[in-house]
Each structure stands twice: as structure tokens, then as C-alpha cells.
């Protein structure tokens, strides 16, 4: 015979609990509550109190340079940044003004915009200084950066190399400048009058989705590369002026473009690439100026007394008179592509599967 009890219990002290089916004895106990625990530290007020342990907030005020000063003296403000204890400098929507004022990044802290057209740092650096100088293992991204100085820089990396990712960089001068770095751009677009967008001194840095459009009265570029194995992917250069503006120009480099296009309108003729004692290896890319008002226009020159070898695959070249000019002896292979103007100069030119505008075929010779 079995035996069943079901008892809810609440505040019973239990005194006997004898085998199955035997006499369960209880006595109650008073519910009490006990004295009061000490009272605890007051804790943190503001953003800190959400739980940001290595986030620092900057907030904008209605004067943009006491908003530059507050965004200076917050990343000063950080120490102890390491590779185990990143930090993060998180900007609300506003506009920055660091003046003359370098914003020098710091290792191990991330400097993060509310988007491209919600931050925004401004400034008038010195003669070849920087708005912002870049730091190794740091990332500067999703904001504007806008220089004022003609002689200034607006991005300013060398011998360091940060991440530079979702940015816009747009003013006068050269608005990005990359020194014996090996730094990664990934889309940034760059906005220039009368100056030069990304110029690149050594290294080996990787340049992907980056748009960069040149325009003005005064001489300019879209890139300037010297002595660097730059290597760019997704990259778009478009030139507007009345003077001269080439898109890209090498001084004893080795570059290389992929999936990218340079656009060029100018009243007097310009080049899309100009190589001196350089190589350059294209694939998939476009160099149109058939919006040229001026018939001299280049499409590819080279120059120099090293002469380096051109490859060129399934790509574009529109040019009304002269797609590729040797003043020395460079090696050039075409194939796959389509070739527009003439070819002229020294060396030699070996084209395969290549066609003209027209779709006629080019000899062996690009003839």
C-alpha cells in the first residue's frame, strides 16, 4: 500500500522526517526579514554608466572649435591603450575643428566617426603636416576629414599603418599621403581642387574601392606614386580641368590597378597614366578621355632611362590620338583588350586577342 503527501511549505522549519508512509512533524517558524545590507557605492552617471569600460565619448558643441579642442584633449586623455585592452574615441554627429592643431592617433585606439555626413574633423594644418597622422594598429573610420591649406595635408601616414576605412577626404593640397607605409585604404573617396588626391612615397600599401575626383584651373593629379609597390583595386580617378591634369603618375614604382578606371577631361590634353623608370600591370581597366577637348591627349606614357615592362589585360584604352607613347624602350604586352589612338616610341609592343575602337583586329605588332 502506498502512500502519498503533498504539502506546500512555506517559512516550516522541519524537526522529524521519518522513513516512507511513518509521522512527519513540522513546526512552524515567523517569517522575518533581516537587517539592512550596507549601502553600496554611488554608482557611474552619463554614457559611462551603460556599461562603456574602453569607449570614450566625444560630444559636439555649438563652437566647432571648442568641439576640435574637446575631441583633442579626449584622445590625449587616453592612456594605458595595449594590444590585450584596445580602446575606441567614438565621435557623435557634429563638426570638429582641430585648427592647426595635429589630432595624432594612438596605437591600440580606434577613432570612429557617425558616418560620412554626420562627422565631420576640419583643420589648417601646417605647410606638410597633417589634420590627422595615422599610428599602427589603429582605424580611422566613418567620418570626413576636410583640409583648408593648399601646403596641408589632410591624412598624413608615414611609417606607420593604420586602417583607413569608409572615409571622406575632401579640400585643397594633397588630401591623403602615405610615407613608407603599408597601410590599407579601403573605401575612402577623395574630393581635390587643384591639388593632388593620394600621393604615396614607399611602401607597399593596398588601396581598394577608393574614388578620386580632381578638378580646379591650377595643375593637379588624382595619384602620385614614387618609389612604392602600390597596389589598387576598385579605383576610380576622374579629372575636370582647363590645365592639364593627369590621373595617375609613377616615378620609379611598381603599380598595380584592377577592376578601376580613370576618366579625363581637360581643355589641354593631359595623360591617364604616366610612368617614368616604372612597371605597371593593368587588368580590367578603363582609361577613357574621349571627352577631351584638346587631340594630344595620352593614354599611357612612359619615360625615363630604366625602362620597365607594361602589361595590359582585358582593358580599355579611348583615346583619339595617341593610346600608348614609349620615349624609351619599355616593353609593352597587350591582350585581351581593346586599344584606342596610336602607339608610338622605342621598345616593343606585342598584342594578342586586341582590337581596335572598331573592332579590328590588332597584329602581333598592335599594327
Given at each position: 500500500?502506498?502512500?502519498?503527501?503533498?504539502?506546500?511549505?512555506?517559512?516550516?522549519?522541519?524537526?522529524?522526517?521519518?522513513?516512507?508512509?511513518?509521522?512527519?512533524?513540522?513546526?512552524?517558524?515567523?517569517?522575518?526579514?533581516g537587517?539592512?545590507?550596507?549601502?553600496?557605492?554611488?554608482?557611474?552617471?552619463?554614457?559611462?554608466?551603460?556599461?562603456?569600460l574602453?569607449?570614450?565619448?566625444?560630444?559636439?558643441?555649438?563652437?566647432?572649435?571648442?568641439?576640435?579642442?574637446?575631441?583633442?584633449?579626449?584622445?590625449?586623455?587616453?592612456?594605458?591603450?595595449?594590444?590585450?585592452?584596445?580602446?575606441?574615441?567614438?565621435?557623435?554627429?557634429?563638426?570638429?575643428?582641430?585648427?592647426?592643431?595635429?589630432?595624432?592617433?594612438?596605437?591600440?585606439?580606434?577613432?570612429?566617426?557617425?558616418?560620412?555626413?554626420?562627422?565631420?574633423?576640419?583643420?589648417?594644418?601646417?605647410?606638410?603636416?597633417g589634420?590627422?597622422?595615422?599610428?599602427?594598429?589603429?582605424?580611422?573610420?566613418?567620418?570626413?576629414?576636410?583640409?583648408?591649406?593648399?601646403?596641408?595635408?589632410?591624412?598624413?601616414?608615414?611609417?606607420?599603418?593604420?586602417r583607413?576605412?569608409?572615409?571622406?577626404?575632401?579640400?585643397?593640397?594633397?588630401?591623403?599621403?602615405?610615407?613608407?607605409?603599408?597601410?590599407?585604404?579601403?573605401?575612402?573617396?577623395?574630393?581635390?581642387?587643384?591639388?593632388?588626391?593620394?600621393?604615396?612615397?614607399?611602401?607597399?600599401?593596398?588601396?581598394?574601392?577608393?574614388?578620386?575626383?580632381?578638378?580646379?584651373?591650377?595643375?593637379?593629379?588624382?595619384?602620385?606614386?614614387?618609389?612604392?609597390r602600390?597596389?589598387?583595386?576598385?579605383?576610380?580617378?576622374?579629372?575636370?580641368?582647363?590645365?592639364?591634369?593627369?590621373?595617375?603618375?609613377?616615378?620609379?614604382?611598381?603599380?598595380?590597378?584592377?577592376?578601376?578606371?580613370?576618366?579625363?577631361?581637360?581643355?589641354?590634353?593631359?595623360?591617364?597614366i604616366?610612368?617614368?623608370?616604372?612597371s605597371?600591370?593593368?587588368?580590367?581597366?578603363?582609361?577613357?578621355?574621349?571627352?577631351?577637348?584638346?587631340?594630344?591627349s595620352?593614354?599611357?606614357?612612359?619615360?625615363?632611362?630604366?625602362?620597365?615592362?607594361?602589361?595590359i589585360?582585358?582593358?580599355?584604352?579611348?583615346?583619339r590620338?595617341?593610346?600608348?607613347?614609349?620615349?624609351?624602350?619599355?616593353?609593352?604586352?597587350?591582350?585581351?583588350?581593346?586599344?584606342?589612338?596610336?602607339?608610338?616610341?622605342?621598345?616593343?609592343?606585342?598584342?594578342?586577342?586586341?582590337?581596335?575602337?572598331?573592332?579590328?583586329?590588332?597584329?602581333?605588332?598592335?599594327?
Amino acid at each position: 500500500m502506498g502512500c502519498f503527501m503533498s504539502i506546500h511549505l512555506r517559512c516550516l522549519r522541519i524537526i522529524v522526517l521519518s522513513s516512507v508512509c511513518s509521522i512527519l512533524v513540522l513546526s512552524a517558524a515567523r517569517c522575518t526579514r533581516g537587517p539592512a545590507g550596507p549601502t553600496g557605492p554611488v554608482g557611474t552617471s552619463g554614457l559611462n554608466a551603460a556599461g562603456y569600460l574602453r569607449t570614450v565619448i566625444v560630444s559636439p558643441v555649438d563652437d566647432p572649435h571648442e568641439s576640435g579642442l574637446a575631441l583633442i584633449s579626449a584622445l590625449d586623455g587616453i592612456t594605458g591603450a595595449a594590444e590585450a585592452s584596445p580602446f575606441l574615441l567614438k565621435l557623435e554627429p557634429g563638426v570638429y575643428d582641430v585648427d592647426r592643431t595635429a589630432l595624432i592617433m594612438k596605437q591600440f585606439v580606434d577613432i570612429e566617426g557617425s558616418g560620412e555626413l554626420g562627422t565631420k574633423i576640419i583643420g589648417i594644418p601646417s605647410p606638410d603636416a597633417g589634420i590627422i597622422v595615422g599610428a599602427d594598429n589603429a582605424e580611422l573610420r566613418n567620418l570626413t576629414v576636410e583640409n583648408h591649406n593648399f601646403d596641408g595635408i589632410g591624412l598624413y601616414v608615414t611609417g606607420t599603418s593604420p586602417r583607413l576605412t569608409q572615409l571622406r577626404v575632401m579640400g585643397v593640397g594633397t588630401e591623403v599621403k602615405l610615407v613608407n607605409s603599408q597601410t590599407t585604404l579601403d573605401r575612402v573617396r577623395i574630393s581635390c581642387s587643384n591639388g593632388t588626391g593620394i600621393e604615396i612615397d614607399g611602401g607597399s600599401p593596398a588601396l581598394n574601392n577608393i574614388q578620386v575626383d580632381i578638378f580646379g584651373s591650377r595643375y593637379g593629379m588624382g595619384v602620385k606614386v614614387e618609389s612604392s609597390r602600390a597596389k589598387f583595386v576598385n579605383l576610380t580617378i576622374s579629372t575636370d580641368s582647363i590645365r592639364p591634369m593627369p590621373g595617375l603618375v609613377a616615378t620609379g614604382s611598381a603599380v598595380t590597378l584592377t577592376d578601376s578606371r580613370i576618366q579625363l577631361v581637360s581643355s589641354y590634353g593631359t595623360t591617364g597614366i604616366r610612368l617614368e623608370n616604372s612597371s605597371l600591370d593593368l587588368t580590367n581597366v578603363t582609361i577613357d578621355a574621349t571627352g577631351e577637348l584638346h587631340e594630344y591627349s595620352r593614354g599611357i606614357i612612359n619615360v625615363g632611362d630604366s625602362p620597365g615592362t607594361v602589361l595590359i589585360n582585358r582593358s580599355t584604352i579611348l583615346i583619339r590620338e595617341y593610346g600608348i607613347v614609349n620615349e624609351s624602350a619599355y616593353t609593352v604586352k597587350i591582350g585581351g583588350s581593346q586599344l584606342g589612338g596610336k602607339i608610338s616610341g622605342p621598345g616593343t609592343f606585342t598584342c594578342t586577342n586586341s582590337y581596335t575602337p572598331d573592332f579590328v583586329s590588332l597584329g602581333p605588332n598592335c599594327l
